[in-house]
């Protein structure tokens, strides 16, 4: 193993400069993954740009129509935070339930993300709210929308010098809420086999007027369905509505099989926990009335 530089960057401009020029430089948040990673020989980073330093990449905001999260704020201030639980439960679940405590004091959600893992707990709750990333790169800033961020498993669409400086949430509308749940083979400290999150918005009378589902390890990158998305909504989430969301999401899933579950066993958990997210979701619908 070579030596490595740490650097922690003031500025945002300073930041892509030390990514675009430094030989194999790697943005580093809270290094959970990324550390992990180097010791095995899975990536060999020539340094270490440590992006804490620089000011709003840590901290939540909560702005007249959404919600701001530094890049590098660790889940467990997401998972800790009142106003995220009461707006985006969903999302506090799913971050509350990244590794341990003591993973979840140093885990940012823009690492969670960047790493591309398909079974990165955070990303179908985010991609589920709809979320768009900041992204800052020696082209100036660009948004992108969660879900367009990876390509593959550890690969994302990001260039040279870019770096996710936030990650921005709509804030719900009235009688919206989200789930998420997860499967794993043990109790906790695993990775997902499965995750599923949903966002629901109903009207005055319970019809369902907007709906996002999505999936986790179940596909490459974070599975999306619009077509499963219109089976719910028009419908007073009956559970034919349910049932028919589940098989479309079911048939558009592409699973590998490996020593965590086979593909048959990840796309049956999958229409397990959909159910189940939906469900979830508009009951934290109906206790709003
Ligand atoms: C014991 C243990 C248990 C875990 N359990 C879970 C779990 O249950 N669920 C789960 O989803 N994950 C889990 N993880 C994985 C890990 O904790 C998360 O993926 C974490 O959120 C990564 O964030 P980080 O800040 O540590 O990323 P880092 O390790 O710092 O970085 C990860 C990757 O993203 C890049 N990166 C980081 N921040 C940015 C940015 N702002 N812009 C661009 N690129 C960036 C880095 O260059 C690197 O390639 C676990 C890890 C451990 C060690």
Redesign the pocket.
């Known amino acids: 193993m070579g030596v490595q530089a740490y650097r922690a960057p003031r500025s945002i401009p300073e930041a892509v400069s030390l990514l675009s020029s430094e030989a194999g430089a790697?943005?580093?948040?809270?290094?959970?993954?990324?550390?992990?990673?180097q010791r095995s020989g899975a990536?060999q980073?020539g340094s270490f740009i440590d992006?804490k330093r620089i000011p709003g990449?840590l901290g939540i905001e909560q702005l007249p129509s959404l919600w701001r999260i530094g890049?590098?704020t660790?889940?467990g201030e997401v998972a800790s935070h009142p106003g995220l639980r009461s707006e985006l439960p969903g999302l506090v679940e799913?971050a509350g339930?990244?590794?341990?405590k003591q993973?979840?004091g140093?885990?940012?959600?823009?690492?969670?993300?960047?790493?591309?893992?398909p079974?990165?707990?955070?990303?179908p709750a985010l991609v589920a709210n709809r979320a768009v990333l900041v992204?800052a790169g020696p082209e100036g800033e660009r948004r992108i929308a969660a879900e367009c961020l990876t390509l593959g498993p550890?690969r994302?669409v990001?260039g040279r010098g870019?770096?996710?400086?936030a990650i921005e949430i709509p804030r719900p509308a009235a009688r919206q809420s989200d789930a998420y749940l997860?499967f794993?083979p043990r109790t906790?400290?695993?990775?997902?086999v499965v995750g599923a999150a949903a966002s629901l918005r109903v009207d005055e009378g319970g019809r369902c007027i907007a709906a996002r589902i999505a999936l986790g390890a179940v596909a490459p990158t974070v599975l999306t369905s619009p077509e499963a998305d219109a089976a719910l909504t028009g419908s007073m989430l009956e559970p034919e509505a349910i049932a028919a969301c589940v098989a479309i999401a079911q048939a558009a899933c592409s699973p590998i099989s490996d020593r965590r579950g086979t593909a048959e066993f990840r796309r049956h958990v999958a229409g397990v926990l959909l159910r189940r997210v939906i469900l979830a979701a508009s009951q934290r619908l109906a206790k709003e009335g």
């Open positions: 790697f943005a580093l948040g809270g290094g959970t993954d990324l550390l992990v990673q990536r980073p992006l990449m890049a590098a660790a889940c799913a339930l990244i590794g341990s993973v979840q140093r885990a940012s959600l823009g690492g969670n993300l960047c790493n591309a893992s079974a990165a707990d955070s990303v992204v550890g994302t990001l870019e770096f996710v400086c997860r794993i906790e400290m695993d990775i997902a």
